[in-house]
Nanobody
């Protein structure tokens, strides 16, 4: 089970930290990712991190503002979002993918590559 939290209403320029706790599975076996879906738009990739946390990949639209991390001891993946903009408003989903250690992390860009999805957490950024 993947449980995301940390969303909420914020002002433009604010920061939020989303967390995804994974239970019932061996967390370190999964590459983790975050996606988002705005109203009327398709779900889009935001960020991904490798099983051990040494490799990350962030979408160009959020590069320099968002960062992904994980704590394998706490079964948690995080998305630190700084400098939020109204266009970041969306439901954010955490995602997990089974894969070998050396899996190219960009593989997680494709939503159909994901094995498990969490329920979303709403982020609303007002100007």
């Amino acid at each position: 089970q993947l449980q995301a939290s940390g969303g909420g209403p914020v002002q433009a320029g604010d920061s939020l930290r989303l967390s995804c706790v994974v239970s019932g599975r061996t967390f370190s076996n999964y590459h983790m990712g975050w996606f988002r879906q705005a109203p009327g738009k398709e779900r889009e990739f935001v960020a991904a991190i490798s099983r051990g946390g040494s490799r990350t990949h962030v979408a160009d639209s959020v590069k320099g503002r968002f960062a992904i991390s994980r704590d394998n001891a706490k079964n948690t993946a995080n998305l630190q979002m700084n400098g939020l903009k109204p266009e970041d408003t969306a439901v954010y989903y955490c995602a997990a993918k089974v894969g070998i250690q050396s899996l190219p992390i960009a593989t997680l860009e494709a939503s159909d590559a994901i094995n498990y999805w969490g329920k979303g957490t709403q982020v609303t950024v007002s100007s």
